[in-house]
């Protein structure tokens, strides 16, 4: 059938990921850093995501195209929702998506110690995997860390070597319920990751967490430098 459909100039693309966040069919996903119309039968050609293009990349067509399915999308949304668990923007206060500009200029004393207090490197919020979207503004040419939650308690400068200019996946296999491989594979697969770092405590329950990154590293088919770092009970950074 002839109908509107929203067309994606990948050439304008910036990679913002507004486009998607704003699609409410979720229509929209990032593959390689540009937007893409994951499915015809998704977009209901209505265009809510053009005015959330600041490079003005999207516009409506009319075209050959498949009819919108409405039952394939709230089919998807559950899915979503359940493999995933997102939780809308706005249906929490403490989940809200936030991106965070840090100024890492600094001076220091003859010992390297900054002479200013000690400042969050933290770039973005939530940090859960479990309450982190699959896409978001933030993942764009990101480092990625990836950190058992006890690691920045047991390292102390956690902070200034770790979190410092990446955007942070926080978890515990053991104490959070299900697998973490199927969203870290969806988010390194749909966002342009630069680089991925897991930090793992000396501890067997972290093996989980290892396991999972390096499952969705495979399964995203990606080939991005990455690098385990396990942190001994003392604190002791131990390969």
């Known amino acids: 059938m002839i109908r509107k459909i929203v067309k994606i100039d990948e050439e304008k693309c910036t990679g913002c990921a507004l486009c998607a966040s704003a699609c409410h069919e979720n ?6 850093g540009k937007a893409h119309l994951l499915r015809d039968d998704f977009c209901d050609g209505f265009g809510d995501c053009l005015p959330a293009c600041p490079a003005g990349a999207i516009t409506i067509e009319e075209r050959e195209s498949l009819e919108y399915n409405p039952a394939a999308v709230e089919q998807r949304k559950q899915l ?43 770039m973005q919020w939530p ?35 770790f979190i410092k200019n990446h955007i942070t996946l926080i978890g515990c ?36 967490l290892e396991r999972a990154a390096t499952e969705a590293l495979k399964a995203s088919g990606k080939f991005i430098p990455w690098q385990v770092i396990v942190i001994g009970r003392d604190g002791e950074i131990l390969g």
């Open 27 to 32: 229509a929209i996903v990032m593959k390689n």
């Open 80 to 122: 979503l929702e359940n493999k995933f668990e997102i939780h809308p923007l706005g249906s929490c206060p403490g989940s809200a998506v936030h991106t965070f500009v840090r100024n890492n200029s600094k001076s220091s004393d003859s010992e390297g110690l900054e002479k200013s207090a000690v400042k969050s490197q933290l």
């Open 127 to 161: 940090v859960q995997i479990k309450l982190l979207p699959i896409q978001a503004p933030f993942y764009e040419n990101a480092n990625l860390l990836i950190a058992a939650d006890c690691t920045a308690y047991a390292y102390a400068a956690f902070h200034r070597d």
């Open 173 to 208: 296999p053991k104490l959070d319920d299900g697998d973490y491989t199927d969203k870290l594979t969806e988010i390194i697969r749909l966002n342009n990751i630069k680089s991925l770092t897991l930090v793992r405590m000396d501890v067997p329950c972290c093996g989980g």
